[in-house]
């Protein structure tokens, strides 16, 4: 059963990838400002004529020859009609071919992987810490109930989550990076400029320095999203008809929680194991660049910004596969956890 069903979520996958990726490639191709006309304006900008005397000074102003926008559309992949192209793309992404990109003029696939080591980082390490932190919490809370422990838990993480994060690394910055108060963290960057004269622990330790910050900024909204998930799921389980029963034959409070009711309660929390594929191409703009981080993030805003329709539409689709994937991984989770969950 558990296989028919993996085969028929995996053939679900192909229209739907079929489709985001249609979407959005019309969507940027139909867009104005893409990269032919942003390379005219270097152009005109420059008013420097080009080998064949195509760009000419008229008046103050340049213009660029019909000849010149002919071979930037040849050069761009903008001389075919608009499906033709996305055909191309297509029978080009079966061997992972996402083609050049027009900004850095590297195949888009090594882009890609330039700024990968970043999100996946910071990714991996969020999640881990989230799960490792906000469940053992949030069962607390729930044993808990009630108590000042509790109010003040739940005070703190709402305070927190109402922080943007953002916000939160700038004032980290200025009260802990040598801003107007203390400085003992750096200012951002993933290593100091000294880390190649460093010894192996002393580049780890390095390597923690600078990562306390952003990744504590990085895991501030899914701490109180899981904490209070993991305390109300806990709390939904307990007042079941089965715990009545376990407390009925004597089960001490422990066993009640422990034994019977996490097991259930974990169900929602599973849900977010769908993104652990994702994690790997996290990324924040905001942090990325307060922080001074080259990761996927900024890859993604800066390819938007210069129309850079290669890097966009590879980064949708490795995204969009990994998320699809995860989703999966999540059903997966769900047998795992509650064995009565039937895929037929």
Not at 53 to 73: D, R
Not at 225 to 236: C, F, G, Q, Y
Not at 295 to 309: A, H, P, T
Request: a neutral charge.
């Amino acid at each position: 059963m558990l296989f028919k069903y993996l085969l028929k979520r995996l053939l679900i996958m192909l229209p739907t990838l079929f489709g985001v990726t249609i979407i959005v490639f019309m969507i940027i191709n139909l867009a104005p400002g893409g990269p032919i006309e942003q390379k005219i304006q270097q152009l005109r900008f420059s008013g420097s004529a080009d080998d064949s005397g195509a760009s000419t000074q008229s008046s103050g102003t340049s213009t660029v020859s019909k000849e010149v926008l002919e071979a930037l559309k040849r050069q761009y992949g903008f001389d075919k009609p608009i499906h033709t192209r996305y055909l191309i793309w297509l029978k080009n992404l079966a061997t992972l071919d996402f083609g050049e990109s027009f900004t850095y003029e590297e195949p888009v696939l090594d882009v890609i992987i330039s700024k990968f080591p970043v999100s996946m980082q910071f990714g991996i390490i969020s999640l881990i810490l989230s799960y490792l932190i906000s469940v053992p919490l949030g069962i607390f809370k729930a044993v808990k109930n009630g108590s000042s422990f509790d109010i003040v838990t739940s005070f703190i993480l709402f305070v927190m989550y109402s922080i943007p994060s953002f916000m939160l690394a700038i004032l980290l910055i200025v009260f802990l990076s040598g801003g107007s108060f203390l400085d003992i963290f750096p200012i951002g960057g993933l290593y100091s400029d000294m880390y190649m004269d460093l010894s192996f622990f002393g580049k780890i330790a390095d390597r923690i320095h600078h990562f306390i910050l952003p990744l504590f900024c990085y895991c501030l909204g899914s701490f109180t999203t899981l904490t209070i998930l993991m305390k109300n799921s806990l709390l939904d389980e307990i007042k079941k008809d089965y715990i009545r029963t376990a407390r009925a034959k004597g089960l001490n409070e422990k066993a009640v929680y422990m034994t019977h009711a996490l097991r259930n309660a974990l169900i929602p929390i599973v849900t977010g194991l769908g993104s652990f594929l994702s994690v790997f191409f996290a990324g924040s703009l905001l942090l990325e660049k307060i922080f001074q981080l080259d990761g996927i993030g900024l890859l993604s805003y800066n390819s938007i910004l210069s129309r850079d329709y290669n890097v966009i539409m590879g980064l949708v689709f490795i995204q969009s596969f990994l998320f699809l994937i995860g989703n999966i991984l999540s059903d997966i989770a769900y047998v795992f956890v509650d064995p009565r969950i039937d895929f037929s």
